[in-house]
T-cell receptor, first 110, second 112 residues
Framework: SQQGEEDPQALSIQEGENATMNCSYK?????LQWYRQNSGRGLVHLIL?????REKHSGRLRVTLDTSKKSSSLLITASRAADTASYFC??????????FGPGTRLSVLP | EAQVTQNPRYLITVTGKKLTVTCSQN?????MSWYRQDPGLGLRQIYY???????DKGDVPEGYKVSRKEKRNFPLILESPSPNQTSLYFC???????????FGPGTRLTVT
């Protein structure tokens, strides 16, 4: 079953701008994770936020989690062309293990 | 170097011909998992394993088998592949359930 749903499906911005992606999910979770994928390659883990956390930072990444709304957002600040990739949220939930959404395709134009 | 390896990376086969995709990790991880990725559908979990000899079905297990006889290896077996199993397959491992996952480079499978 599809749990994590990213929004928007595609996003195009200029270098230096901020990019925000959202993720919604349906069940109770242990944590929520964001991954990045470059052109059909393996996914790379970006950040993990636990269900009892509300916000987390890692370099230019900021993730928020609202368990009451069952939603999360990923903010990439000061985007670079190298940030061009697909971004996936994955929920680690009790009983279903990891469930990935369809992803947001981010294009950062130089 | 800590990594997850998959072989082969590319495979073209015919309907019904049994195949195995190998997956190996060198990080002593307990949890391993297989996913398939199809356009517009994201990654869907096929099978996962929490430890040696412990495997369980994910969201789309039909037509697949797995085994976990050693901690480091988690092969994916397609006993009678069909064209609807044409996809990009990823193996992943993590220290334990719910931890961050490390992904292999992917295996692109085409079944004709």
């Amino acid at each position: 079953s599809q749990q994590g749903e990213e929004d928007p499906q595609a996003l195009s911005i200029q270098e230096g701008e901020n990019a925000t992606m959202n993720c919604s999910y349906k069940t109770s979770i242990n944590n929520l994770q964001w991954y990045r994928q470059n052109s059909g390659r393996g996914l790379v883990h970006l950040i993990l936020i636990r269900s009892n956390e509300r916000e987390k930072h890692s370099g230019r990444l900021r993730v928020t989690l609202d368990t009451s709304k069952k939603s999360s957002s990923l903010l990439i600040t000061a985007s670079r062309a190298a940030d061009t990739a697909s971004y996936f949220c994955a929920t680690a939930d009790y009983g279903q293990n990891f469930v990935f959404g369809p992803g947001t395709r981010l294009s950062v134009l130089p | 170097e800590a990594q997850v390896t998959q072989n082969p990376r590319y495979l073209i086969t015919v309907t019904g011909k049994k195949l195995t995709v190998t997956c190996s990790q060198n990080m002593n991880h307990e949890y391993m998992s297989w996913y398939r990725q199809d356009p517009g559908l994201g990654l869907r979990q096929i099978y996962y394993s929490m430890n040696v000899e412990v495997t369980d079905k994910g969201d789309v297990p039909e037509g697949y088998k797995v085994s976990r006889k050693e901690k480091r290896n988690f092969p994916l077996i397609l006993e009678s592949p069909s064209p609807n199993q044409t996809s990009l397959y990823f193996c992943a491992s993590s220290l334990q359930e719910f931890y961050e996952q490390y992904f292999g480079p992917g295996t692109r499978l085409t079944v004709t």
